[in-house]
Protein backbone atom coordinates (compact mmCIF):
# COMPACT_ATOMS: atom_id res chain seq x y z
CA UNK A 1 0.00 0.00 0.00
CA UNK A 2 2.94 2.14 0.99
CA UNK A 3 4.76 1.79 -2.05
CA UNK A 4 1.45 2.36 -4.44
CA UNK A 5 1.04 5.82 -6.06
CA UNK A 6 -0.98 8.71 -4.69
CA UNK A 7 -3.27 8.37 -7.62
CA UNK A 8 -3.79 4.48 -7.11
CA UNK A 9 -4.44 5.29 -3.37
CA UNK A 10 -7.18 7.95 -4.31
CA UNK A 11 -8.96 4.92 -6.08
CA UNK A 12 -8.71 2.63 -2.94
CA UNK A 13 -10.06 5.64 -1.12
CA UNK A 14 -13.47 5.35 -3.41
CA UNK A 15 -12.98 1.68 -3.17
CA UNK A 16 -12.91 1.28 0.57
CA UNK A 17 -15.65 4.01 1.16
CA UNK A 18 -17.99 1.83 -1.06
CA UNK A 19 -17.25 -1.11 0.70
CA UNK A 20 -17.61 0.90 4.46
CA UNK A 21 -21.10 1.26 3.82
CA UNK A 22 -21.76 -2.78 2.95
CA UNK A 23 -19.65 -3.98 6.13
CA UNK A 24 -19.98 -4.76 9.95
CA UNK A 25 -18.74 -2.35 12.54
CA UNK A 26 -15.50 -3.98 13.81
CA UNK A 27 -14.67 -4.21 9.94
CA UNK A 28 -15.45 -0.59 9.46
CA UNK A 29 -12.98 0.39 11.92
CA UNK A 30 -10.22 -1.71 10.61
CA UNK A 31 -10.87 -0.42 7.41
CA UNK A 32 -11.05 3.47 8.83
CA UNK A 33 -7.38 2.34 10.85
CA UNK A 34 -5.49 1.83 7.38
CA UNK A 35 -7.16 4.51 5.50
CA UNK A 36 -5.77 6.98 8.66
CA UNK A 37 -2.54 5.08 8.63
CA UNK A 38 -2.12 5.59 4.58
CA UNK A 39 -2.79 9.13 4.66
CA UNK A 40 -0.17 9.17 7.93
CA UNK A 41 2.69 8.08 5.86
CA UNK A 42 1.74 10.26 3.06
CA UNK A 43 1.85 13.23 4.99
CA UNK A 44 5.09 12.87 7.02
CA UNK A 45 7.25 12.58 3.63
CA UNK A 46 9.36 15.76 4.08
CA UNK A 47 12.05 17.34 1.47
CA UNK A 48 14.67 19.28 3.33
CA UNK A 49 17.14 20.83 0.36
CA UNK A 50 20.51 21.45 2.44
CA UNK A 51 23.46 23.22 1.73
CA UNK A 52 27.17 23.37 2.86
CA UNK A 53 28.12 27.65 2.78
CA UNK A 54 31.99 27.73 3.01
CA UNK A 55 32.80 29.69 5.73
CA UNK A 56 33.02 33.17 5.37
CA UNK A 57 30.69 33.62 2.90
CA UNK A 58 27.88 35.91 3.07
CA UNK A 59 24.61 36.39 1.09
CA UNK A 60 22.17 39.21 0.94
CA UNK A 61 19.53 36.81 1.33
CA UNK A 62 16.98 35.63 3.17
CA UNK A 63 17.14 32.18 1.67
CA UNK A 64 19.01 29.82 3.54
CA UNK A 65 18.72 25.69 4.33
CA UNK A 66 19.71 23.71 6.59
CA UNK A 67 23.68 22.64 6.49
CA UNK A 68 24.22 19.40 4.90
CA UNK A 69 26.52 18.45 8.28
CA UNK A 70 23.06 18.85 10.32
CA UNK A 71 21.33 16.78 7.98
CA UNK A 72 23.86 13.92 8.25
CA UNK A 73 23.62 14.25 11.74
CA UNK A 74 19.77 13.85 11.70
CA UNK A 75 20.31 10.92 9.16
CA UNK A 76 22.64 8.87 11.64
CA UNK A 77 20.74 10.10 14.90
CA UNK A 78 16.99 8.72 12.86
CA UNK A 79 18.82 5.60 11.77
CA UNK A 80 17.44 2.73 13.33
CA UNK A 81 18.53 -1.10 11.26
CA UNK A 82 21.12 0.38 7.82
CA UNK A 83 23.16 3.02 6.69
CA UNK A 84 24.08 2.23 3.12
CA UNK A 85 26.31 5.07 1.11
CA UNK A 86 27.73 5.53 -2.43
CA UNK A 87 30.73 7.74 -1.96
CA UNK A 88 33.94 8.61 -4.04
CA UNK A 89 36.66 9.42 -1.64
CA UNK A 90 36.54 9.61 1.66
CA UNK A 91 38.85 12.48 3.35
CA UNK A 92 36.70 13.62 6.30
CA UNK A 93 39.27 14.14 9.21
CA UNK A 94 42.65 16.85 9.22
CA UNK A 95 44.75 13.22 8.96
CA UNK A 96 43.91 13.06 5.79
CA UNK A 97 44.26 16.14 4.15
CA UNK A 98 47.43 17.42 6.68
CA UNK A 99 45.83 20.08 7.32
CA UNK A 100 45.36 21.42 11.16
CA UNK A 101 42.21 23.32 10.01
CA UNK A 102 39.69 24.03 12.83
CA UNK A 103 37.00 23.47 10.75
CA UNK A 104 37.87 20.18 9.96
CA UNK A 105 35.41 19.62 13.09
CA UNK A 106 32.35 18.58 11.17
CA UNK A 107 34.12 16.22 9.28
CA UNK A 108 35.74 14.32 12.14
CA UNK A 109 32.34 14.01 14.16
CA UNK A 110 30.90 12.54 11.67
CA UNK A 111 33.44 9.75 10.78
CA UNK A 112 33.38 9.53 14.72
CA UNK A 113 29.45 9.28 14.83
CA UNK A 114 29.53 6.69 11.69
CA UNK A 115 32.09 4.74 13.41
CA UNK A 116 29.91 4.55 16.65
CA UNK A 117 26.91 3.71 14.12
CA UNK A 118 28.94 0.88 12.73
CA UNK A 119 29.19 -1.19 15.93
CA UNK A 120 25.44 -1.23 16.03
CA UNK A 121 23.77 -1.70 12.62
CA UNK A 122 24.50 -2.44 9.01
CA UNK A 123 26.62 0.19 7.57
CA UNK A 124 27.37 -0.83 4.31
CA UNK A 125 29.72 1.62 2.20
CA UNK A 126 30.08 1.66 -2.11
CA UNK A 127 33.33 3.74 -3.25
CA UNK A 128 35.76 4.04 -5.49
CA UNK A 129 38.86 2.51 -5.77
CA UNK A 130 41.20 4.82 -3.70
CA UNK A 131 44.00 6.61 -5.55
CA UNK A 132 45.89 7.58 -2.68
CA UNK A 133 46.79 5.89 0.55
CA UNK A 134 45.69 9.10 2.28
CA UNK A 135 42.22 8.49 1.56
CA UNK A 136 42.09 4.97 3.04
CA UNK A 137 42.59 6.06 6.67
CA UNK A 138 38.21 6.56 7.33
CA UNK A 139 38.08 3.85 5.11
CA UNK A 140 40.41 1.51 7.49
CA UNK A 141 38.71 3.30 10.73
CA UNK A 142 35.44 2.33 9.71
CA UNK A 143 36.17 -1.00 8.58
CA UNK A 144 37.74 -1.63 11.86
CA UNK A 145 34.46 -0.79 13.73
CA UNK A 146 31.76 -3.02 11.45
CA UNK A 147 31.03 -1.44 8.64
CA UNK A 148 31.15 -3.49 5.33
CA UNK A 149 33.18 -1.86 2.67
CA UNK A 150 33.21 -2.89 -1.00
CA UNK A 151 35.64 -1.33 -3.13
CA UNK A 152 34.39 -0.57 -6.88
CA UNK A 153 36.65 -0.95 -9.50
CA UNK A 154 35.32 1.42 -11.83
CA UNK A 155 38.82 2.13 -13.60
CA UNK A 156 38.23 -1.65 -14.79
CA UNK A 157 34.64 -1.89 -15.38
CA UNK A 158 33.93 1.15 -17.76
CA UNK A 159 37.17 3.78 -17.34
CA UNK A 160 35.23 5.91 -15.53
CA UNK A 161 35.25 6.56 -11.48
CA UNK A 162 32.14 6.22 -9.26
CA UNK A 163 31.40 10.18 -8.40
CA UNK A 164 27.56 9.06 -6.84
CA UNK A 165 27.64 10.51 -3.34
CA UNK A 166 24.14 9.45 -1.58
CA UNK A 167 23.09 7.70 1.66
CA UNK A 168 19.99 5.64 2.26
CA UNK A 169 18.83 5.22 5.73
CA UNK A 170 16.40 2.49 7.22
CA UNK A 171 15.42 2.04 3.54
CA UNK A 172 13.13 5.13 4.12
CA UNK A 173 15.41 8.55 4.65
CA UNK A 174 17.92 9.45 1.48
CA UNK A 175 20.06 12.23 0.81
CA UNK A 176 21.63 12.77 -2.40
CA UNK A 177 24.17 16.03 -3.40
CA UNK A 178 27.49 17.12 -4.77
CA UNK A 179 28.99 16.85 -1.19
CA UNK A 180 31.91 14.18 -0.96
CA UNK A 181 32.50 12.52 1.94
CA UNK A 182 35.07 14.68 2.66
CA UNK A 183 35.49 17.82 5.46
CA UNK A 184 36.21 20.58 2.82
CA UNK A 185 32.65 19.47 1.76
CA UNK A 186 31.14 20.48 5.11
CA UNK A 187 33.14 23.80 5.87
CA UNK A 188 34.72 24.59 2.35
CA UNK A 189 33.40 24.06 -0.44
CA UNK A 190 29.84 24.96 -1.81
CA UNK A 191 27.67 22.27 -1.60
CA UNK A 192 23.69 21.62 -2.56
CA UNK A 193 21.96 18.36 -1.89
CA UNK A 194 18.35 17.27 -0.85
CA UNK A 195 17.00 14.85 2.03
CA UNK A 196 13.71 13.21 1.79
CA UNK A 197 12.63 11.36 5.28
CA UNK A 198 9.96 9.02 5.76
CA UNK A 199 9.72 8.16 2.20
CA UNK A 200 10.59 3.69 1.58
CA UNK A 201 9.37 3.78 -2.09
CA UNK A 202 11.64 6.29 -3.06
CA UNK A 203 14.34 4.93 -0.65
CA UNK A 204 13.49 1.59 -1.85
CA UNK A 205 14.48 2.94 -5.45
CA UNK A 206 17.69 4.33 -4.83
CA UNK A 207 18.51 1.21 -2.70
CA UNK A 208 18.33 -0.77 -6.26
CA UNK A 209 20.83 1.96 -7.66
CA UNK A 210 23.17 0.85 -4.21
CA UNK A 211 22.56 -2.76 -4.84
CA UNK A 212 24.08 -1.97 -7.79
CA UNK A 213 27.31 -0.68 -6.46
CA UNK A 214 27.01 -3.20 -3.76
CA UNK A 215 27.22 -6.20 -6.64
CA UNK A 216 29.99 -4.85 -8.60
CA UNK A 217 32.29 -4.33 -5.51
CA UNK A 218 31.98 -8.10 -5.43
CA UNK A 219 31.46 -9.18 -9.58
CA UNK A 220 34.03 -7.01 -11.03
CA UNK A 221 31.57 -7.14 -13.70
CA UNK A 222 28.62 -5.52 -15.29
CA UNK A 223 25.82 -7.97 -15.80
CA UNK A 224 24.00 -7.85 -19.27
CA UNK A 225 20.84 -7.62 -18.65
CA UNK A 226 20.62 -6.37 -15.20
CA UNK A 227 18.59 -9.14 -13.54
CA UNK A 228 15.09 -8.15 -12.72
CA UNK A 229 15.87 -7.35 -9.13
CA UNK A 230 17.78 -4.05 -9.80
CA UNK A 231 15.24 -3.19 -12.52
CA UNK A 232 12.61 -0.13 -11.73
CA UNK A 233 8.84 1.06 -12.68
CA UNK A 234 10.38 4.75 -11.96
CA UNK A 235 11.42 6.93 -14.70
CA UNK A 236 11.06 10.38 -17.05
CA UNK A 237 7.41 8.93 -18.25
CA UNK A 238 6.20 6.94 -15.61
CA UNK A 239 7.59 8.97 -12.36
CA UNK A 240 6.83 7.60 -8.14
CA UNK A 241 3.82 10.29 -8.00
CA UNK A 242 3.42 10.80 -3.49
CA UNK A 243 3.25 13.65 -1.65
CA UNK A 244 5.80 15.41 -0.72
CA UNK A 245 5.30 18.23 2.13
CA UNK A 246 1.76 17.45 1.24
CA UNK A 247 2.30 18.70 -2.01
CA UNK A 248 1.19 16.16 -5.43
CA UNK A 249 5.06 15.42 -7.05
CA UNK A 250 6.33 13.28 -9.30
CA UNK A 251 9.71 11.71 -8.75
CA UNK A 252 12.53 9.79 -10.27
CA UNK A 253 15.81 9.19 -10.14
CA UNK A 254 18.14 8.74 -12.79
CA UNK A 255 21.63 7.19 -13.32
CA UNK A 256 24.54 6.63 -15.15
CA UNK A 257 26.36 5.37 -16.99
CA UNK A 258 23.97 3.54 -18.40
CA UNK A 259 25.66 0.17 -18.88
CA UNK A 260 24.84 0.43 -14.94
CA UNK A 261 20.95 1.41 -15.55
CA UNK A 262 18.72 -1.52 -15.07
CA UNK A 263 15.35 -2.02 -16.86
CA UNK A 264 13.19 0.85 -16.51
CA UNK A 265 15.82 3.23 -15.29
CA UNK A 266 16.11 6.52 -17.13
CA UNK A 267 20.22 6.93 -17.74
CA UNK A 268 21.10 10.50 -16.51
CA UNK A 269 21.55 12.15 -19.94
CA UNK A 270 18.34 11.46 -21.02
CA UNK A 271 16.90 12.99 -17.98
CA UNK A 272 19.08 16.01 -18.30
CA UNK A 273 17.89 16.35 -22.02
CA UNK A 274 14.25 15.84 -21.10
CA UNK A 275 14.38 18.28 -18.05
CA UNK A 276 15.43 20.92 -20.46
CA UNK A 277 12.81 19.38 -23.36
CA UNK A 278 10.21 19.93 -21.44
CA UNK A 279 11.27 23.88 -19.97
CA UNK A 280 8.80 26.56 -21.10
CA UNK A 281 10.34 29.17 -20.36
CA UNK A 282 14.12 29.02 -18.22
CA UNK A 283 16.81 27.06 -17.63
CA UNK A 284 18.89 27.63 -15.08
CA UNK A 285 22.09 25.93 -14.61
CA UNK A 286 24.81 25.59 -11.83
CA UNK A 287 27.78 23.19 -12.04
CA UNK A 288 30.78 23.05 -11.30
CA UNK A 289 32.07 21.90 -14.57
CA UNK A 290 30.67 22.74 -17.58
CA UNK A 291 32.62 21.48 -21.10
CA UNK A 292 31.47 20.06 -24.22
CA UNK A 293 34.19 17.06 -24.57
CA UNK A 294 34.88 14.03 -22.63
CA UNK A 295 37.56 15.58 -20.73
CA UNK A 296 39.63 12.43 -20.25
CA UNK A 297 39.84 10.56 -23.32
CA UNK A 298 42.22 10.36 -25.04
CA UNK A 299 42.68 11.17 -28.20
CA UNK A 300 40.59 14.12 -27.18
CA UNK A 301 36.56 13.72 -27.90
CA UNK A 302 34.30 16.61 -28.49
CA UNK A 303 30.94 15.51 -27.05
CA UNK A 304 28.26 18.21 -27.52
CA UNK A 305 24.83 16.46 -26.43
CA UNK A 306 23.64 18.80 -23.45
CA UNK A 307 25.48 21.84 -25.90
CA UNK A 308 23.35 21.27 -28.58
CA UNK A 309 19.94 21.26 -26.58
CA UNK A 310 20.85 24.09 -24.98
CA UNK A 311 21.71 26.21 -28.27
CA UNK A 312 18.56 24.50 -29.61
CA UNK A 313 15.74 25.08 -27.24
CA UNK A 314 17.33 28.66 -26.94
CA UNK A 315 16.31 28.91 -30.30
CA UNK A 316 13.64 27.09 -30.98
CA UNK A 317 11.30 27.93 -27.69
CA UNK A 318 12.98 31.24 -26.99
CA UNK A 319 13.74 29.56 -23.20
CA UNK A 320 16.12 32.07 -21.12
CA UNK A 321 19.45 29.77 -19.97
CA UNK A 322 21.44 31.14 -17.14
CA UNK A 323 24.89 28.83 -16.49
CA UNK A 324 26.24 29.59 -13.05
CA UNK A 325 30.15 27.82 -13.60
CA UNK A 326 32.79 27.89 -11.15
CA UNK A 327 36.33 29.38 -11.34
CA UNK A 328 38.92 28.04 -8.82
CA UNK A 329 42.71 27.44 -9.01
CA UNK A 330 41.78 23.89 -10.63
CA UNK A 331 39.51 25.26 -13.47
CA UNK A 332 41.07 23.80 -16.75
CA UNK A 333 41.20 26.84 -18.93
CA UNK A 334 39.86 25.00 -22.19
CA UNK A 335 36.35 25.27 -20.18
CA UNK A 336 36.23 29.05 -21.12
CA UNK A 337 35.84 29.24 -24.75
CA UNK A 338 32.90 26.79 -25.18
CA UNK A 339 31.43 28.95 -22.30
CA UNK A 340 31.88 32.35 -24.53
CA UNK A 341 30.44 30.85 -27.44
CA UNK A 342 27.68 29.49 -25.78
CA UNK A 343 27.12 33.16 -23.78
CA UNK A 344 27.69 34.65 -27.43
CA UNK A 345 24.49 32.83 -28.33
CA UNK A 346 22.72 36.19 -26.87
CA UNK A 347 20.69 38.94 -28.88
CA UNK A 348 17.54 40.60 -27.72
CA UNK A 349 16.40 41.19 -31.12
CA UNK A 350 16.41 37.74 -32.32
CA UNK A 351 15.12 36.96 -28.29
CA UNK A 352 18.39 34.79 -27.88
CA UNK A 353 19.22 34.66 -24.35
CA UNK A 354 21.90 32.39 -23.36
CA UNK A 355 23.85 34.17 -20.25
CA UNK A 356 26.93 32.77 -18.37
CA UNK A 357 28.37 33.91 -14.91
CA UNK A 358 31.32 32.63 -13.09
CA UNK A 359 31.09 32.08 -9.43
CA UNK A 360 34.23 32.34 -7.52
CA UNK A 361 34.42 31.81 -3.25
CA UNK A 362 36.76 33.73 -2.46
CA UNK A 363 39.65 32.51 0.45
CA UNK A 364 42.38 34.59 2.64
CA UNK A 365 45.61 33.50 3.06
CA UNK A 366 44.88 31.32 5.60
CA UNK A 367 42.07 29.48 3.23
CA UNK A 368 43.82 30.13 0.14
CA UNK A 369 46.44 26.54 2.30
CA UNK A 370 43.46 24.23 2.43
CA UNK A 371 44.07 21.71 -0.59
CA UNK A 372 40.83 21.25 -3.38
CA UNK A 373 38.82 24.33 -1.48
CA UNK A 374 37.21 27.02 -1.72
CA UNK A 375 35.15 26.23 -4.73
CA UNK A 376 30.96 25.93 -5.63
CA UNK A 377 31.00 22.16 -5.95
CA UNK A 378 27.09 22.16 -7.23
CA UNK A 379 25.43 20.25 -9.55
CA UNK A 380 21.80 21.19 -9.79
CA UNK A 381 19.44 22.86 -12.56
CA UNK A 382 16.28 24.24 -12.12
CA UNK A 383 13.53 24.79 -14.67
CA UNK A 384 10.26 26.73 -14.58
CA UNK A 385 8.96 23.27 -13.93
CA UNK A 386 11.14 21.07 -12.64
CA UNK A 387 14.54 20.72 -10.08
CA UNK A 388 17.17 18.39 -11.08
CA UNK A 389 19.52 17.71 -8.11
CA UNK A 390 22.55 15.78 -9.12
CA UNK A 391 25.77 14.36 -8.30
CA UNK A 392 27.97 15.19 -11.67
CA UNK A 393 30.23 17.23 -13.22
CA UNK A 394 28.56 18.49 -16.74
CA UNK A 395 31.26 16.63 -19.18
CA UNK A 396 30.80 13.58 -21.62
CA UNK A 397 32.61 11.56 -18.95
CA UNK A 398 30.21 11.69 -16.17
CA UNK A 399 27.49 10.61 -18.62
CA UNK A 400 29.26 7.86 -20.32
CA UNK A 401 31.39 6.10 -17.99
CA UNK A 402 30.93 7.65 -14.90
CA UNK A 403 28.64 6.60 -12.00
CA UNK A 404 26.55 9.26 -10.67
CA UNK A 405 22.86 9.78 -10.19
CA UNK A 406 20.01 12.35 -9.99
CA UNK A 407 16.91 13.31 -8.34
CA UNK A 408 14.38 15.05 -10.52
CA UNK A 409 11.29 15.96 -8.73
CA UNK A 410 8.31 17.75 -10.80
CA UNK A 411 5.56 19.57 -8.72
CA UNK A 412 3.66 21.23 -11.41
CA UNK A 413 0.69 19.81 -11.20
CA UNK A 414 0.13 21.12 -7.10
CA UNK A 415 -2.06 23.03 -6.32
CA UNK A 416 -0.86 23.40 -2.50
CA UNK A 417 0.17 26.82 -1.45
CA UNK A 418 3.70 25.14 0.63
CA UNK A 419 6.37 26.19 -1.93
CA UNK A 420 7.65 23.80 -4.10
CA UNK A 421 11.31 22.51 -4.35
CA UNK A 422 11.35 23.95 -7.88
CA UNK A 423 10.37 27.37 -6.14
CA UNK A 424 13.08 26.50 -3.40
CA UNK A 425 15.82 26.15 -5.70
CA UNK A 426 15.30 29.03 -8.26
CA UNK A 427 15.61 31.09 -4.69
CA UNK A 428 18.97 29.89 -4.05
CA UNK A 429 20.00 30.19 -7.81
CA UNK A 430 18.63 33.79 -8.05
CA UNK A 431 20.48 34.49 -4.68
CA UNK A 432 23.89 33.22 -5.80
CA UNK A 433 23.44 34.75 -9.17
CA UNK A 434 23.20 37.96 -8.19
CA UNK A 435 25.73 38.19 -5.03
CA UNK A 436 28.82 39.27 -5.24
CA UNK A 437 30.48 36.68 -6.06
CA UNK A 438 29.47 35.93 -9.25
CA UNK A 439 30.40 37.76 -12.65
CA UNK A 440 29.08 37.88 -15.56
CA UNK A 441 31.46 35.93 -18.51
CA UNK A 442 31.79 38.08 -21.44
CA UNK A 443 33.60 37.67 -24.88
CA UNK A 444 36.54 39.74 -23.68
CA UNK A 445 36.92 37.93 -20.03
CA UNK A 446 40.27 37.10 -18.70
CA UNK A 447 40.60 33.79 -16.98
CA UNK A 448 43.32 35.44 -14.97
CA UNK A 449 41.03 38.71 -13.62
CA UNK A 450 38.84 36.32 -12.25
CA UNK A 451 40.57 32.80 -10.64
C1 LIG B 1 8.51 10.19 10.02
O1 LIG B 1 7.15 9.91 10.25
C2 LIG B 1 6.81 9.69 11.62
C3 LIG B 1 5.33 9.37 11.71
O2 LIG B 1 4.90 8.55 10.69
C4 LIG B 1 7.14 10.91 12.43
O3 LIG B 1 6.91 10.66 13.80
C5 LIG B 1 8.59 11.30 12.23
O4 LIG B 1 8.86 12.51 12.89
C6 LIG B 1 8.92 11.45 10.77
N1 LIG B 1 10.34 11.66 10.61
C7 LIG B 1 10.88 12.74 10.06
C8 LIG B 1 12.36 12.80 10.10
O5 LIG B 1 10.21 13.61 9.55
C1 LIG C 1 38.37 -4.92 6.22
O1 LIG C 1 38.99 -5.76 7.18
C2 LIG C 1 39.17 -7.10 6.77
C3 LIG C 1 39.79 -7.89 7.91
O2 LIG C 1 39.09 -7.69 9.08
C4 LIG C 1 40.05 -7.15 5.54
O3 LIG C 1 40.12 -8.48 5.08
C5 LIG C 1 39.45 -6.27 4.45
O4 LIG C 1 40.33 -6.21 3.35
C6 LIG C 1 39.22 -4.87 4.96
N1 LIG C 1 38.54 -4.12 3.93
C7 LIG C 1 38.86 -2.88 3.60
C8 LIG C 1 38.08 -2.26 2.51
O5 LIG C 1 39.76 -2.27 4.15
C1 LIG D 1 6.14 17.18 -15.13
O1 LIG D 1 4.81 16.78 -14.95
C2 LIG D 1 3.93 17.22 -15.98
C3 LIG D 1 2.51 16.90 -15.61
O2 LIG D 1 2.39 15.77 -14.81
C4 LIG D 1 4.36 16.58 -17.29
O3 LIG D 1 3.54 17.01 -18.34
C5 LIG D 1 5.80 16.98 -17.57
O4 LIG D 1 6.27 16.34 -18.74
C6 LIG D 1 6.71 16.61 -16.41
N1 LIG D 1 8.04 17.15 -16.66
C7 LIG D 1 9.16 16.44 -16.53
C8 LIG D 1 10.45 17.11 -16.86
O5 LIG D 1 9.19 15.28 -16.13
C1 LIG E 1 34.75 17.16 -11.05
O1 LIG E 1 35.67 17.77 -11.88
C2 LIG E 1 36.91 18.07 -11.29
C3 LIG E 1 37.73 18.83 -12.29
O2 LIG E 1 37.85 18.13 -13.47
C4 LIG E 1 37.60 16.82 -10.84
O3 LIG E 1 38.84 17.12 -10.24
C5 LIG E 1 36.73 16.13 -9.83
O4 LIG E 1 37.28 14.90 -9.47
C6 LIG E 1 35.36 15.94 -10.40
N1 LIG E 1 34.56 15.41 -9.35
C7 LIG E 1 34.13 16.02 -8.27
C8 LIG E 1 34.80 15.76 -6.97
O5 LIG E 1 33.19 16.74 -8.32
C1 LIG F 1 9.23 20.57 3.74
O1 LIG F 1 9.11 20.60 5.14
C2 LIG F 1 10.33 20.83 5.82
C3 LIG F 1 10.10 20.67 7.32
O2 LIG F 1 8.82 20.80 7.68
C4 LIG F 1 10.85 22.20 5.46
O3 LIG F 1 12.08 22.45 6.13
C5 LIG F 1 11.09 22.25 3.96
O4 LIG F 1 11.52 23.53 3.57
C6 LIG F 1 9.81 21.89 3.22
N1 LIG F 1 10.12 21.73 1.82
C7 LIG F 1 9.44 22.35 0.87
C8 LIG F 1 9.85 22.06 -0.53
O5 LIG F 1 8.52 23.08 1.11
C1 LIG G 1 25.76 42.74 0.15
O1 LIG G 1 25.37 44.08 0.03
C2 LIG G 1 26.43 45.01 0.24
C3 LIG G 1 25.84 46.42 0.24
O2 LIG G 1 24.90 46.56 -0.78
C4 LIG G 1 27.49 44.82 -0.84
O3 LIG G 1 28.56 45.70 -0.63
C5 LIG G 1 28.01 43.39 -0.77
O4 LIG G 1 28.91 43.15 -1.80
C6 LIG G 1 26.85 42.40 -0.88
N1 LIG G 1 27.33 41.05 -0.67
C7 LIG G 1 27.01 40.01 -1.45
C8 LIG G 1 27.63 38.73 -1.08
O5 LIG G 1 26.26 40.08 -2.39
Redesign the pocket.
Known sequence: LICSSAACCKYMLIILCAVLVEVDKRAQMFIIIIIIRTF??FS?V?IVLVESIPEGLEFNSSTTHPSIFQAWL?LMA?ARSSLDIASFYWTLTNKDTETHEPTAYQGETVLKELAELSGKLSVRIAVNKPQMSSQKNDLKLLNDSGADIRVVNMKELTSGVLHTKFWVVDKK?IYIGSANMDWRSLTQVKELGAVI??CSCLAADLGKIFEAYWFLGESQSIPSPWPATFSTLYNKDTPLQLPLNNTRSNVYLSSSPPSFCAAGRTPDLQSVLSVMDDAESFIYIAVMNYLPTMEFSHPKRYWADIDTQLRRVAYEKRIKVRLLISCWASTQPVMFPFLKSLASVYDPESKLDIQVRLFVVPANPRQKKIPYARVNHNKYMVTDKVAYIGTSNWSGDYFVNTAGSALVVNQTDSQSLEPTVQSQLKAVFDRDWSSAYSTPLTQHSDLKDFC
Open positions: RVSRNEHYN
